[in-house]
């Protein structure tokens, strides 16, 4: 709509007082459905069915997500505005947590808050004009497998994140060697793996070697989700990872900004994604620096 | 006691499937052009968009498919079931069916492991396919 | 891709968030708006598209929250304005 002249600047927006209203739980009861009557409720539910399954098929399993929740919980204590800051975990309070939806624990969650968020998109010749530093879009890609979690034989790859992903980045002109960084739709840290997996950074069941060796906390050689996320940070949906892409692109993220702050390669090319439903929907953007 | 968790919302839809589960038997709908045999029950064939079908029956065995434990209830009525086994069922015909393991602790459930239908009365109306071990 | 087509974003817009009692989703909305306008630097009738992520069903006392609702608490009238799902 922009390239069509329909629109000169287009706003997104989020907003919810999950926290402290009851309309995430009148959310979950009307998402169920007819899975209510067995006792199936929400995202938790659905995400460890296909968690489950990916353990069955794969080496996969807390021992993995609990590098994903622990670095994610390191970039949250570099962001004074993250839920989670001065909140450190280590690999022994993620271990020792309880289970809401096993194989999930509790820090396997996304975060329920109050809040909200908004962008602003508008051509990159207007862009040029304004205060901050453009963070471009240079591709999108979207897929959408949209079959329910209990029909779906993807639950553990590949989903919409394969096709999304080679779409994005082909409009773009970069491969995934130059990615700098990734802002990953985290609902549930098993997300962040198949996700990851899906955009080929390691095959199935090579998650835990990969990031193993700190590879995407502060420091590492791919950061992902360094504004903490949705483990972290707070929920957003698809602007939690989409702001904070935005901001380290312009260069506006103080302590836990990519580059020398937080010795890691500054951020010209970043992934970001955002799923629908339980991996029936997925959209990758490039974001970057021109 | 009142029967206290959700109940099926029966519409025109899936009639014929619950209608089948009160009679201790699970219907499909299986697609006369093409053979698929489709879950949940709907218009057309997914695969080929025909409309014609024959209802078949399941032999009610499969194995499971994936499988989550609850340890928190979301709903008051699942309060006493704590863990509960909630998992996908792939039937040997093919249809895959969200439903709970019994019979068994949760330690004891696995992918692949054979399973075999057992109904659940919850309302003159109303049985629902639950499924467990096959010994 | 054509450079010449490109987007991008300019500003982004925050509130304060985890438990903020006493307050509806709507205000969440309008407040990380006025503040993604104002970071942008750009006057609000700039602003004619919204895309508002699908919300959540309204808690009793609350309306229910459309794009339509935010634009008029915002005072725009979009060209183009939609619910995204999710």
Same mark, same amino acid.
């Given at each position: ?123 990159? %010749? ?117 702001? %904070? ?20 390669? %500054? ?24 | ?135 | ?86």
């Amino acid at each position: 709509m922009l390239d069509a002249g329909l629109c000169r600047y287009v706003l997104i927006s989020y907003g919810h007082n999950a926290f402290s209203s009851a309309s995430l739980f009148t959310m979950l009861m009307d998402f169920a459905g007819d899975d209510a009557v067995f006792g199936h409720f929400g995202a938790t539910g659905g995400y460890a069915l296909a968690a489950r399954r990916a353990m069955h098929e794969f080496n996969t399993g807390p021992q993995t997500w609990k590098h994903i929740a622990v670095a994610q919980r390191a970039w949250a204590n570099l962001n004074p505005h993250a839920m989670m800051h001065g909140k450190p975990m280590s690999f022994g309070d993620y271990l020792s947590s309880k289970y809401v939806v096993e194989p999930l624990r509790l820090p396997d969650n996304c975060l329920v808050n109050d809040g909200g968020r908004a962008v602003i998109i508008t051509t990159l %010749e207007r862009a040029r004009d304004l205060r901050h530093r453009p963070a471009v879009i240079l591709g999108l890609g979207q897929h959408n497998p949209s079959v329910q979690v209990t029909q779906s034989g993807t639950l553990t790859g590949s989903t919409g994140a394969r096709k999304a992903c080679e779409t994005a980045l082909s409009m773009a002109g970069v491969t995934r060697d130059d990615v700098d960084a990734c802002q990953i739709y985290d609902c549930f840290t098993y997300t962040v793996e198949l996700t990851l997996q899906d955009y080929g950074f390691f095959g199935p069941g090579e998650g835990e070697s990969w990031f193993s060796e700190g590879t995407i906390g502060p420091g590492g050689r791919m950061p992902v989700n360094t504004s903490g996320g949705q483990l972290s940070e707070a929920y957003y949906m698809g602007l939690t990872p989409l702001s %904070e892409a935005t901001m380290q692109i312009m260069g506006r993220c103080k302590d836990r900004q990519l580059g020398p702050a937080t010795q890691t390669k %500054e951020p010209s090319i970043i992934l970001v994604s955002d799923n629908g439903g339980i991996l029936q929907a997925h959209s990758c953007c490039v974001l970057g620096r021109i | 006691m009142a029967y206290n968790k959700p109940l099926p919302r029966v519409n025109g839809d899936n009639q014929e499937f619950w209608e089948g589960c009160r009679n201790h038997e699970l219907k499909f709908q299986q697609c006369a052009s093409c053979g698929h045999i489709r879950f949940p029950a709907s218009l057309v064939c997914p695969k080929c968009l025909c409309s014609d079908f024959q209802s078949i029956v399941s032999t009610g065995t499969g194995k499971v498919y994936t499988y989550a434990v609850y340890h928190v209830a979301f709903h008051q009525g699942f309060l006493e079931d704590l863990p509960y086994v909630v998992a996908v069922v792939e039937l040997q015909e093919g249809p895959r069916l969200l439903t709970n393991i019994v019979g068994c602790s949760p330690e004891e459930v696995s992918c692949e492991m054979p399973v075999t239908v057992a109904w659940e009365n919850v309302t003159p109306d109303i049985s629902l396919p639950m499924f467990k071990p096959l010994i | 891709m054509d450079r010449e087509k490109t987007h991008a974003i300019v500003g982004v817009g925050y509130t304060p968030q985890g438990r903020v009692p006493g307050r509806t989703s709507l205000s969440f909305h309008l407040e990380a708006c006025t503040n993604a306008i104002n970071d942008a630097g750009i006057p609000k009738d700039h602003i004619d598209g919204l895309i508002c992520y699908r919300h959540f069903p309204a808690p009793s006392d609350e309306n229910d929250l459309t794009p339509h609702l935010v634009a008029q608490h915002l005072g725009i009238e979009p060209n183009y304005l939609s619910q995204d799902a999710n």
